[in-house]
T-cell receptor
Framework: DTGVSQNPRHKITKRGQNVTFRCDPISEHNRLYWYRQTLGQGPEFLTYFQNEAQLEKSRLLSDRFSAERPKGSFSTLEIQRTEQGDSAMYLC??????????????FGPGTRLTVL | KNQVEQSPQSLIILEGKNCTLQCNYTVSPFSNLRWYKQDTGRGPVSLTIMTFSENTKSNGRYTATLDADTKQSSLHITASQLSDSASYICVVSDRGSTLGRLYFGRGTQLTVWP
């Protein structure tokens, strides 16, 4: 257990429905990242926050995707009008910038999304 | 283009045997290289992290090497156990990136048979 938690662990939804995932990072970590991972691939960067500010979004993050970190602690990732291509593992990671130049990221267990 | 390539894509070994996984990268400028272990259906867990000045680092039965000149790394697993069955992902970070974005390989899927 890395200290990063994600809920739910699994989500099955029908195409066109909206889904929301939650990530609780390690409490003192100021950076939070979202990644998407499909079978047989490494994680792909989606977006990241420093405290409550969303500083970068990947081109993979279409208009149907939105992420928030309202109080600089937990974060939510919402996918609207889900498509079958959204089926993947969504990983959250957190890190503490400033202490270590290595910016080591600690990953949560992921949320497995299946869109039928 | 910053890339991380891993080989082999998959590997099957018998319990107790050793194995070596390879990682080649083109990420520049280089900051550090990490090896992660990812069990099926779980998030990646860090095994080792090496900076430019380090050429070997061990974590129990896992030993990682880094050749920053040739931009190659390896992960050696000794006396494999059934619990070593997982995907091993090589991840490289570029120097000076305030983003701290990581470049991921696709992973090597290791299966250890009894």
């Amino acid at each position: 257990d890395t200290g990063v938690s994600q809920n739910p662990r699994h989500k099955i939804t029908k195409r066109g429905q909206n889904v929301t995932f939650r990530c609780d990072p390690i409490s003192e970590h100021n950076r939070l990242y979202w990644y998407r991972q499909t079978l047989g691939q490494g994680p792909e960067f989606l977006t990241y926050f420093q405290n409550e500010a969303q500083l970068e979004k990947s081109r993979l993050l279409s208009d149907r995707f939105s992420a928030e970190r309202p109080k600089g602690s937990f974060s939510t990732l919402e996918i609207q009008r889900t498509e079958q291509g959204d089926s993947a593992m969504y990983l959250c990671a957190s890190s503490l910038i400033g202490v270590s130049r290595n910016n080591e990221q600690f990953f949560g267990p992921g949320t497995r999304l299946t869109v039928l | 283009k910053n890339q991380v390539e891993q080989s082999p894509q998959s590997l099957i070994i018998l319990e107790g045997k050793n194995c070596t996984l390879q990682c080649n990268y083109t990420v520049s400028p280089f900051s550090n290289l990490r090896w992660y272990k990812q069990d099926t259906g779980r998030g990646p867990v860090s095994l080792t992290i090496m900076t430019f000045s380090e050429n070997t680092k061990s974590n129990g039965r896992y030993t990682a090497t880094l050749d920053a000149d040739t931009k190659q790394s390896s992960l050696h697993i000794t006396a494999s156990q059934l619990s070593d069955s997982a995907s091993y992902i090589c991840v490289v970070s570029d120097r000076g990136s305030t983003l701290g974005r990581l470049y991921f390989g696709r992973g090597t899927q290791l299966t250890v048979w009894p």
